[in-house]
């Protein structure tokens, strides 16, 4: 029996892509979503399979199984971006308001300098 190869969903630009996500009944829709633009980016990244699972330190079952099925572990997920060097913008996931902005206080000019 051939395995059957695991299809990307193409989610469309980014005004669909928030609709889908602002839509997804279950997390297994969020799930799916995540492993599909996993496996968008690394083939982006002409990286295999193989290779991802070992930069991320992970079996290449699981992250098969994550990939085909968007099931795997929250290491799992973390490890497949880390692999794919995308882990820092995991803090965009929970924004945090800017500190204010400090006001700009020049001295006053000294005498005999032009201003």
Same mark, same amino acid.
């Given at each position: 029996?051939?395995? =059957?190869?695991?299809?990307?969903?193409?989610?469309?630009?980014?005004?669909? /892509?928030?609709?889908?996500? /602002?839509?997804?009944?279950?997390?297994?829709?969020?799930?799916?979503?995540?492993?599909?633009?996993?496996?968008?980016?690394?083939?982006?990244?002409?990286?295999? /399979?193989?290779?991802?699972?070992?930069?991320?330190?992970?079996?290449?079952?699981?992250?098969?199984?994550?990939?085909?099925?968007? /099931?795997?572990?929250?290491?799992?997920?973390?490890?497949?971006?880390?692999?794919?060097?995308?882990?820092?913008?995991?803090?965009?996931?929970?924004?945090?308001?800017?500190?204010?902005? =400090?006001?700009?206080?020049?001295?006053?000019?000294?005498?005999?300098?032009?201003?």
């Amino acid at each position: 029996m051939v395995p =059957k190869m695991a299809q990307t969903v193409d989610y469309g630009d980014i005004e669909r /892509q928030l609709d889908f996500l /602002q839509r997804a009944e279950c997390s297994h829709d969020v799930c799916r979503y995540l492993a599909d633009e996993v496996r968008r980016t690394r083939r982006a990244a002409k990286m295999s /399979q193989a290779k991802l699972a070992e930069r991320a330190g992970i079996p290449l079952r699981t992250y098969k199984r994550f990939e085909a099925e968007g /099931q795997g572990s929250m290491e799992t997920l973390v490890g497949a971006l880390h692999a794919l060097e995308r882990s820092r913008y995991l803090f965009m996931l929970f924004p945090h308001d800017a500190p204010p902005r =400090k006001k700009l206080v020049l001295p006053p000019p000294r005498a005999g300098l032009p201003e």
